[in-house]
């Protein structure tokens, strides 16, 4: 019987094992036995610093954070096992209060994972069940960013059931004003899913993003996950603030608690009330699934705090001057060199040239994230860095160095 191909199948197939290969020589895949800040001691009884955290400002090992959770444990045990719904603690009403706080007075509404909120909320946007977010009679149609999140194209079939949904490439300069402009002749509303702070690449340019729909009377949706916290005076992160630190109408934004954030978990955030009561009775995810684990929503709660008493951006200023100064030792070459993103990237024409590198690293102390084709073209090979408000001088030196600067 002839086998029906499909993208899994599909993507399968076309990986490489590259990253295999980097499992076995213990490039990647590390297992930690203790941490002391950015210091990791490793299984094998070596010791390194590690650049693999998202955990951008170094939050999640805050005293206050920590007493919360374990305060958090002592009154209540590990979970509460129901839908948010049914029942819960105090903590995540707090939280929401203390993100609406962040986000200007719009309402938040956390879910377990960003990849949740995709999963409850994007369907609803495209069925026009939002009040905030119209939607035309003809329906929506959904334009997907290339590079946006895997777990946002993983349920490209899901929102495909809702509207005709499509991939757009941002680098070409005409391709989302031309498939606006399609979506709108057939009487659609255009919706735009597109990632803020790239997970591998760059800044994305929203604001721009906004500016073409805007006439269409579409809407845009931010997945920030990794702009969360590392700008704004109260940490509501890079899309919000390269938007005016508003929330325009027409953008729905996404974050995640789970980065530099410090907790875990994701937020939506939605201008109005009555966007929140159709999430909670419609967003799947909410209804049928389970809340934030009981130490983490508390943690969480410990978080936002710091966030709104101005305590994170004395952090992000360590974060910019740690990403400015390791940009000066690697003589402003990296992928991301200059930017206002945690993330740098060293790229390497081939993989074997990318392994070596790999290897380099490692055994200079240094963890990093190496990616492969697909994350990256085929045949190449990009060392992914996360640097941290958390990283030492000594730190930065010891990767500019094992990369040869
Ligand atoms: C941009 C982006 N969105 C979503 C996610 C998924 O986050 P979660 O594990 O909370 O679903 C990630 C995970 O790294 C991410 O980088």
Same mark, same amino acid.
Not at 359 to 366: C, I
């Given at each position: 019987m002839e086998r029906q191909s499909n993208w899994v199948a599909s993507r399968v197939s076309k990986t490489s094992? *590259?990253?295999d290969r980097a499992f076995a020589e213990g490039l990647t895949g590390h297992v930690i036995t203790a941490r002391d800040g950015k210091r990791v001691q490793l299984e094998d009884g070596g010791e390194a610093v590690e650049f693999v955290s998202c955990s951008y400002l170094g939050l999640e090992s805050h005293p206050d954070l920590i007493a919360a959770a374990t305060e958090a444990m002592g009154r209540f045990g590990l979970h509460f096992s129901t839908s948010r719904n049914r029942g819960r603690p105090p903590y995540l009403r707090e939280l929401e209060e203390l993100l609406s706080v962040m986000y200007g007075g719009a309402q938040a509404a956390a879910f377990t994972s960003v990849g949740t909120v995709h999963l409850g909320l994007l369907? &609803?946007?495209? !069925? $026009?069940? &939002?009040? *905030?977010?119209?939607v035309a009679d003809a329906g929506a149609a959904f334009l997907v960013e290339k590079t946006a999140h895997a777990s946002i194209q993983v349920i490209r079939g899901v929102l495909e059931q809702i509207g005709p949904t499509r991939r757009f490439d941002m680098t070409d300069p005409t391709a989302l004003a031309a498939a606006v402009r399609e979506v709108a002749a057939t009487g659609r509303t255009p919706i735009v899913l597109v990632d803020g702070v790239g997970s591998m690449g760059g800044l994305i340019d929203v604001a721009s993003m906004l500016a073409i729909l805007e006439p269409f009377g579409g809407h845009l949706y931010v997945d920030d996950a990794h702009g969360v916290s590392i700008e704004g005076s109260l940490g509501a992160g890079y899309a919000f603030e390269a938007l005016g630190g508003v929330l325009p109408e027409n953008v729905v934004l996404a974050g995640s608690l789970s980065k530099a954030f410090g907790g875990a978990g994701g937020f939506a955030v939605v201008p109005s009330h009555e966007d929140m009561l159709v999430l909670r009775k419609f967003a799947n995810p909410l209804v049928f699934g389970h809340s934030i684990m009981l130490p983490m929503l508390a943690a969480n709660v410990a978080a936002a705090r710091l966030h709104v008493d101005g305590q994170v951006a004395e952090l992000q200023k360590r974060l910019w001057r740690n990403a400015a100064e390791f940009d000066r030792l690697t003589g402003e070459t990296l992928v991301n060199a200059g930017l206002h993103s945690p993330v740098r990237g060293a790229l390497f024409d081939t993989e074997d040239a990318a392994f070596a590198a790999a #290897? #380099?690293?490692?055994? !200079? $102390?240094?963890l990093v994230l190496p990616a492969f084709y697909p994350t990256v073209a085929r045949g190449t090979g990009l060392m992914r860095f996360a640097v941290s408000a958390l990283h030492q001088q000594r730190d930065l030196e010891a990767a500019a160095g094992a990369l040869g600067f």
């Open positions: 094992d *590259s990253l369907p &609803l946007l495209g !069925a $026009g069940a &939002l009040p *905030s977010y119209p #290897r #380099r690293l490692k055994q !200079a $102390g240094v």
